[in-house]
């Protein structure tokens, strides 16, 4: 899995997640400090060896609007910890609105959820209460913190001395 990037700004806020080429890109034009390095991972070069940089801080601060986890499909599933909400299975994984488009259902963060093609099927285009299918959880929208933890915690534990929050356990 490729690996990613938390940039801070210059008082330590999280401020955005990128891949490893943007990251060079950045620590090359020195706009940024490198605050931790991935251990186990490094580029080699014709004349030299980069480790990974895992964390960044800008040297700037840098005035950014907050603009919250966006809402896709990747992200969806992980906020469901990549399973699904009615039946827990990790399989076949597809997207359902709970209330349905064709009832009015916005295509919103408390609306979406993971669901198993089976259950996804199962449920058509009805409600769940009307089908007797029951919500794991609440859907919710996520914060970007809850993310980074989450994130964290499975892939980049470089990160987590950065991260005020404490990684949640979703369940
Ligand atoms: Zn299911």
């Avoid at 999280?14 to 020195?30: D, F």
């Avoid at 907050?66 to 994984?93: A, H, I, W």
């Avoid at 963060?109 to 198993?116: E, F, Q």
Wanted: glycine fraction near 4%; charged fraction near 25%.
């Amino acid at each position: 899995m490729e690996k990613r990037v938390l940039v801070l700004n210059l008082d330590h806020t999280p401020i955005a997640v990128v891949n490893v080429q943007k990251a060079m890109v950045l620590t090359y034009l020195e706009k940024v400090s490198v605050l931790a390095d991935y251990a186990m991972h490094s580029i080699r070069t014709v004349d030299r060896e980069y480790k990974y940089p895992a964390v960044l801080r800008l040297d700037e601060y840098k005035s950014v609007p907050y603009r919250g986890v966006m809402l896709n499909r990747t992200n969806l599933f992980r906020r469901d910890n990549n399973e699904c909400q009615y039946c827990g299975s990790p399989k076949q994984l597809t997207i359902d609105h709970v209330v349905p488009r064709s009832k009015g259902g916005p295509t919103t963060w408390t609306n979406l959820i993971t669901a198993c093609h089976r259950c996804n099927v199962q449920k058509g285009d009805k409600r769940p209460e009307e089908v007797g299918m029951l919500l794991s959880r609440k859907p919710f929208r996520p914060s970007l913190s809850y993310f980074l933890a989450d994130y964290a915690e499975r892939n980049a534990s470089e990160w987590i001395p950065f991260l005020e929050v404490k990684p949640i356990q979703a369940r």
